[in-house]
């Protein structure tokens, strides 16, 4: 590991003006390419204290040996010599956009005396004209064989071309009416290329004019009662609305624009861009990214743009551009962008209309393609096995760990507190083991406190369940007993496994009926949501009970480092480690499930109302009381007799109510925050409000 002071230019040294730097390593290889608007800024704050660095800015420094850096007049110049040495030295700490497959796209070879329509994949070639990408090759094909009745282009390879030509005798295509047959002279060169012409026209959204023009010829034709020609050109039209069929309209006739959205988490990056032409969506294709560098979705999106259009020129740049976030500063980047089209390009966020429908859906998409990829990442046991293995060697643990538990707290405000324990076996997850918890010994918000008594009253069950199971000779301490309430699974156990099949969890403690108990089985490892002081209130909860065969960590989620018991420093691993991926995928599940947990009781207490607690009134009855008086408010004060009045509810029934509204006090009223109004007590408060009293956590 180098010491970034070891290499660090010396003061006056670098040029304050626009310009593109590297980093190498001790064996001269680039490992970063960055640009920037002052050269001297810039690598300035690459050498600040690192404790101050990003943790991946700081592996990026420490892993350098030099610095080197070029001028340039503009950040457009910079913008585009940054691209050109990330595509010739493919640094390990830039972000990198991997295509999830290999696109197909339509091609068509004006480049050539006979232009060919073909499918085509990888790197593009001049001269050739391309449409797409395409999902699948047989979409590029289904399109293709209807516009080939209107626009016979030849699709043959260049050896059936040249066969043909020697022999006198198109193909099949050529009999069928579905090629020209340039190779027999049936059509001059110059003709065929007008065609090809013609086929790039109608594909790149210009489909109005043409129909309009085939069905002039049509009428045409039928008022010269040639009947047979009208009808070829009936089905000419047929076969070209069928093929804009295959793509919907989606915004205003004419508009070109290419949509881009980033879904994304502290580790990785999904990119989806769909490409709108003639309002139509022509084409989709997507990427998955390592964010090796800290980067904003504003960098993401500079970063795919580069991707996208660094090898292309003219109209294969839109004149539009729509993205979730801009780049900063976007000047530069829209201004790279207008010189590749050669005209005035627009890059901005759709603040409404069809446009910002239409980039929800590609978000969508974006966020399918990012849990597409974790979960084939997540489900490949050769992973799973070197994730764990990871874990192990990081945290020093004797064995990997097979059972993982994590721990997080949720809470809005001080209110509704509870936690939630979420169970990892073999790198999977186990819900059937879920457990949640509400906070009993204490009031408020103390993230630390909570944690210490959801791991005691976690770990106190299971010495209970070993002492009933004759596995624990010595009489557990006095505060060991817990409540059979204090917590709750959120699936009941599955199934017992079969004989004839290897149980994963062999010699797991059960009841009689084979069912797992629920705390006997422990962990090897427990995970907490959070940092230093989560960590040790956890291993002191432990310490209390005597159990020392339980390694503990915790994943602070800003910077993700994992944090060790009573280390004062923590611990960094690989931005590649597998073993970091799957400590966060547990940590976030735990979260979610905590957060969904505390939603479903605040949305019980705010539904709630004194006439739950009525004996022997049930919600039919409760419903007319409310519907009758028209509020909570004007109930508690009706007489009983009043009461009595609201059909199928008795005198008994009338001053049972009664007096339960007259021993409940009644709750400070509801203010509007918007418009300072005082909300009548109906007996259940808004919903909106709890949106108003801040977020979950």
Same mark, same amino acid.
């Given at each position: 590991?180098?010491?970034?002071? $070891? #290499?660090?230019?010396?003061?006056?040294?670098?040029?304050?003006?626009?310009? &593109? #730097?590297?980093?190498?390593d001790?064996?001269?290889?680039?490992?970063?390419?960055?640009?920037?608007?002052?050269?001297?800024q810039?690598?300035?704050?690459?050498?600040?204290?690192?404790?101050?660095?990003?943790?991946?800015?700081?592996?990026?420094?420490?892993?350098?040996?030099?610095?080197?850096?070029?001028?340039?007049?503009?950040?457009?110049?910079?913008?585009?010599?940054?691209?050109?040495?990330?595509?010739?030295?493919?640094?390990?700490?830039?972000?990198k956009?991997?295509?999830?497959?290999?696109?197909?796209?339509?091609?068509?070879?004006?480049?050539?005396?006979f232009?060919?329509?073909?499918?085509?994949?990888? *790197?593009?070639?001049?001269?050739?004209?391309?449409?797409?990408?395409?999902?699948?090759?047989?979409?590029?094909?289904?399109?293709?064989?209807?516009?080939?009745?209107?626009?016979?282009?030849?699709? %043959?390879?260049?050896?059936?071309?040249?066969?043909?030509?020697?022999?006198?005798?198109?193909?099949?295509?050529?009999?069928?009416? +579905? %090629?020209?047959?340039?190779?027999?002279?049936?059509? $001059?060169?110059?003709?065929?290329?007008?065609?090809?012409?013609?086929?790039?026209?109608?594909?790149?959204?210009?489909?109005?004019?043409?129909?309009?023009?085939?069905?002039?010829?049509?009428q045409?034709?039928?008022?010269?009662?040639?009947?047979?020609?009208?009808?070829?050109?009936?089905?000419?039209?047929?076969?070209? +609305?069928r093929?804009?069929?295959? $793509?919907?309209v989606?915004?205003?006739?004419?508009?070109?624009? !290419?949509?881009?959205?980033?879904? /994304?988490? /502290?580790?990785?990056?999904?990119?989806?861009?769909?490409? &709108?032409?003639?309002?139509?969506?022509?084409?989709?294709?997507?990427?998955?990214?390592?964010?090796?560098?800290?980067?904003?979705?504003?960098?993401?999106?500079?970063?795919?743009?580069?991707?996208l259009?660094?090898?292309?020129?003219?109209?294969?740049?839109?004149? /539009?551009?729509?993205?979730?976030?801009?780049?900063?500063?976007?000047?530069?980047?829209?201004?790279?962008?207008?010189?590749?089209?050669?005209?005035?390009?627009s890059?901005?966020?759709?603040?409404?209309?069809? +446009?910002?429908?239409?980039?929800?859906?590609?978000?969508?998409?974006?966020?399918?393609?990012?849990?597409?990829?974790?979960?084939?990442?997540?489900?490949?046991?050769?992973?799973?096995?070197?994730?764990? =293995? /990871?874990?192990?060697?990081?945290?020093?643990?004797?064995?990997?760990?097979?059972?993982?538990? %994590?721990?997080?707290?949720?809470?809005?405000?001080?209110?509704?507190?509870?936690?939630?324990?979420?169970?990892?076996?073999?790198?999977?997850?186990?819900?059937?083991?879920?457990?949640?918890?509400q906070?009993?010994?204490?009031?408020?918000?103390d993230?630390?406190r909570?944690?210490? =008594?959801?791991?005691?009253?976690?770990?106190?069950?299971?010495?209970?369940?070993?002492?009933?199971?004759?596995?624990?000779?010595?009489?557990?301490?006095?505060?060991?007993?817990?409540?059979?309430?204090?917590?709750?699974?959120?699936?009941?156990?599955?199934?017992?496994?079969?004989d004839?099949?290897?149980?994963?969890?062999?010699?797991?403690?059960?009841?009689?009926?084979?069912?797992?108990?629920?705390?006997?089985?422990?962990?090897?490892?427990?995970?907490?949501?959070?940092?230093?002081?989560?960590?040790?209130?956890?291993?002191?909860a432990?310490?209390?009970?005597?159990?020392?065969?339980?390694?503990?960590?915790?994943?602070?989620?800003?910077?993700?480092?994992?944090?060790?018991?009573?280390?004062?420093?923590?611990?960094?691993?690989?931005?590649?480690?597998?073993?970091? #991926?799957?400590?966060?995928?547990?940590?976030?599940?735990?979260?979610?499930?905590?957060?969904?947990?505390?939603?479903?009781?605040?949305?019980k207490?705010?539904?709630?109302?004194?006439? !739950?607690?009525?004996?022997?009134?049930?919600?039919?009855?409760?419903? *007319?009381?409310?519907?009758?008086?028209?509020s909570?408010?004007?109930?508690?004060?009706?007489?009983i007799?009043?009461? %009595?009045? &609201?059909?199928?509810?008795?005198?008994?029934?009338?001053?049972?109510?009664?007096?339960a509204?007259?021993?409940?006090?009644? $709750?400070?009223?509801?203010?509007?925050?918007?418009?300072? =109004?005082?909300?009548?007590?109906?007996?259940?408060?808004?919903?909106?409000?709890?949106?108003?009293?801040?977020?979950?956590?």
């Amino acid at each position: 590991m180098a010491d970034p002071s $070891s #290499y660090r230019p010396k003061p006056g040294q670098i040029p304050d003006s626009p310009g &593109v #730097y590297k980093f190498r390593d001790e064996h001269g290889r680039v490992i970063y390419v960055g640009k920037a608007k002052s050269l001297r800024q810039r690598l300035a704050s690459y050498f600040q204290d690192l404790a101050g660095l990003h943790p991946r800015t700081r592996t990026m420094v420490t892993t350098a040996a030099s610095v080197e850096w070029t001028v340039v007049t503009t950040e457009v110049e910079a913008l585009q010599l940054e691209y050109t040495w990330i595509k010739e030295f493919d640094p390990r700490f830039n972000v990198k956009y991997r295509d999830d497959k290999s696109y197909p796209y339509l091609a068509v070879t004006l480049n050539e005396e006979f232009p060919r329509v073909q499918v085509m994949r990888g *790197a593009k070639k001049k001269g050739v004209r391309y449409f797409g990408p395409y999902g699948h090759a047989w979409a590029i094909r289904e399109t293709v064989d209807l516009m080939l009745r209107v626009f016979p282009v030849r699709t %043959c390879s260049a050896g059936v071309f040249k066969r043909s030509a020697q022999i006198g005798r198109p193909c099949l295509l050529g009999y069928i009416g +579905k %090629c020209a047959a340039p190779c027999v002279g049936r059509i $001059s060169a110059g003709e065929h290329h007008e065609l090809a012409e013609e086929f790039c026209d109608f594909m790149a959204g210009r489909t109005g004019a043409y129909i309009r023009r085939l069905e002039r010829q049509m009428q045409d034709a039928a008022e010269e009662m040639e009947y047979e020609r009208a009808a070829r050109l009936r089905d000419d039209i047929g076969a070209l +609305k069928r093929a804009m069929e295959k $793509s919907a309209v989606v915004l205003a006739d004419a508009t070109d624009a !290419d949509l881009i959205a980033v879904a /994304e988490d /502290e580790l990785e990056a999904a990119v989806q861009i769909f490409h &709108v032409r003639g309002g139509r969506v022509r084409g989709q294709r997507g990427w998955v990214t390592d964010k090796v560098e800290a980067v904003t979705t504003g960098d993401l999106v500079e970063h795919a743009l580069q991707q996208l259009y660094g090898e292309e020129r003219g109209d294969a740049v839109p004149k /539009e551009v729509l993205v979730p976030a801009l780049p900063e500063p976007v000047e530069p980047i829209a201004q790279w962008l207008s010189g590749r089209r050669g005209s005035q390009v627009s890059l901005r966020i759709p603040q409404r209309g069809d +446009k910002k429908d239409l980039m929800a859906t590609v978000a969508r998409n974006a966020q399918q393609a990012l849990a597409l990829h974790k979960t084939k990442r997540a489900s490949d046991l050769t992973t799973r096995s070197r994730a764990l =293995e /990871e874990i192990a060697e990081a945290l020093g643990l004797e064995s990997v760990p097979l059972r993982i538990e %994590c721990f997080d707290i949720s809470h809005l405000q001080g209110d509704d507190v509870v936690a939630s324990m979420v169970v990892f076996e073999d790198g999977l997850a186990r819900k059937s083991e879920y457990r949640r918890f509400q906070i009993k010994t204490f009031q408020g918000q103390d993230d630390v406190r909570s944690m210490h =008594e959801v791991i005691g009253r976690r770990f106190k069950r299971y010495l209970q369940e070993k002492q009933k199971a004759g596995e624990w000779t010595e009489e557990p301490a006095a505060d060991a007993r817990v409540d059979d309430n204090g917590a709750t699974a959120s699936a009941g156990p599955g199934p017992a496994v079969p004989d004839d099949e290897p149980d994963p969890m062999a010699g797991r403690p059960t009841d009689e009926d084979g069912r797992p108990k629920r705390f006997a089985y422990p962990p090897q490892l427990v995970v907490v949501d959070g940092g230093a002081p989560q960590v040790a209130a956890a291993r002191r909860a432990l310490d209390e009970l005597g159990i020392d065969d339980v390694a503990v960590c915790g994943l602070a989620k800003r910077l993700e480092e994992v944090w060790l018991p009573e280390d004062d420093d923590p611990v960094v691993l690989p931005r590649s480690s597998e073993g970091l #991926y799957l400590l966060q995928r547990v940590r976030d599940e735990a979260h979610r499930f905590a957060i969904a947990y505390q939603r479903s009781k605040r949305t019980k207490r705010l539904k709630s109302s004194p006439l !739950d607690a009525v004996a022997g009134l049930g919600e039919t009855r409760r419903r *007319a009381l409310l519907k009758h008086f028209g509020s909570l408010k004007k109930l508690r004060a009706a007489t009983i007799d009043e009461i %009595c009045e &609201v059909p199928g509810v008795g005198r008994k029934t009338a001053e049972t109510v009664a007096a339960a509204l007259a021993g409940a006090a009644p $709750s400070a009223p509801a203010v509007n925050t918007a418009t300072g =109004e005082i909300i009548e007590d109906d007996g259940a408060p808004p919903a909106a409000l709890s949106a108003e009293r801040g977020q979950d956590r």
